[in-house]
């Protein structure tokens, strides 16, 4: 049973660029969040896709845009590129278990570098 | 939002000591859960205790809840040079919203 996957592991862009994250949820998921973890910090969510539709979404600016996919998977986009976006992009799947809360399972992350 | 505080920030010990790090949170939680982070990679999940629960144990990880001080204490035995990492404690995602503190630095040293 694979778990959470991402691609790629790491990427390089310029600032203006735009770029697309990817993600495949744990088996028997259903839902989708990402984060975004700069170096030595927690990691902060972004926003959650369930059901194809974004359900939640934290502090981020209107540049970071996400897709979920009919087969559960996710993508992130984040335009116009800004040096302050280089970070470890995590996604994490989950599923919604009533009454209990969600526990989570992250992939390995995307290491974005910005120049 | 809900977030989870680690505290100390920073915890150096030997191999073979044991090494506790605590989590505060602010608002009631149905659950609360452990997370384990080496260097640059994705976040293990380590444990869940339940609010009814009041100590929970997974190997050599001791995890403890007191819901009337809004804390809990995860307690790592024996540890080894592998169990240096960041640990994380994250109250439920309550609708997805729940954010990570920025976690307590193990470091084990041989």
């Known amino acids: 049973d694979a778990g959470v996957t991402q691609s790629p592991t790491h990427l390089i862009k310029t600032r203006g660029q735009q770029v697309t994250l990817r993600c495949s949820p744990k088996?028997?998921?259903?839902?989708v969040s990402w984060y975004q973890q700069a170096l030595g910090q927690g990691p902060q969510f972004i926003f959650q896709?369930?059901?194809?539709?974004?359900?939640q979404r934290g502090n981020f600016p209107d540049r970071f845009s996400g897709h979920q996919f009919p087969n559960y998977s996710s993508e992130l986009n984040v335009n116009a590129l800004l040096l302050g976006d280089s970070a470890l992009y995590l996604c994490?799947?989950?599923?919604?278990?009533?009454?209990?809360?969600?526990?989570?399972?992250f992939g390995p992350g995307t290491r974005l570098l910005v120049l | 939002s809900q977030q989870g505080e680690e505290d100390p920030q920073a915890l150096s010990i030997q191999e073979g000591e044991n090494a506790t790090m605590n989590c505060s949170y602010k608002?009631?939680?149905?659950?609360l859960q452990w997370y384990r982070q080496n260097s640059g990679r994705g976040l293990v999940h380590l444990i869940l205790?339940?609010?009814?629960?009041r100590e929970k144990h997974s190997g050599r990880l001791r995890v403890t809840l007191d819901t009337s001080k809004k804390s809990s204490s995860l307690l790592i035995t024996a540890s080894r040079a592998a169990d240096t990492a960041s640990y994380f404690c994250a109250p439920p995602t309550n609708a997805g919203k729940s954010t990570f503190g920025d976690g307590t630095t193990l470091t084990v040293k041989p």
């Open positions: 088996s028997g998921h259903d839902t």
């Open positions: 896709y369930y059901e194809e539709e974004e359900r």
């Open positions: 205790i339940r609010s009814n629960e």
């Open positions: 994490a799947s989950s599923f919604l278990v009533a009454g209990l809360g969600e526990t989570q399972y």
């Open positions: 608002t009631s939680i149905n659950n």
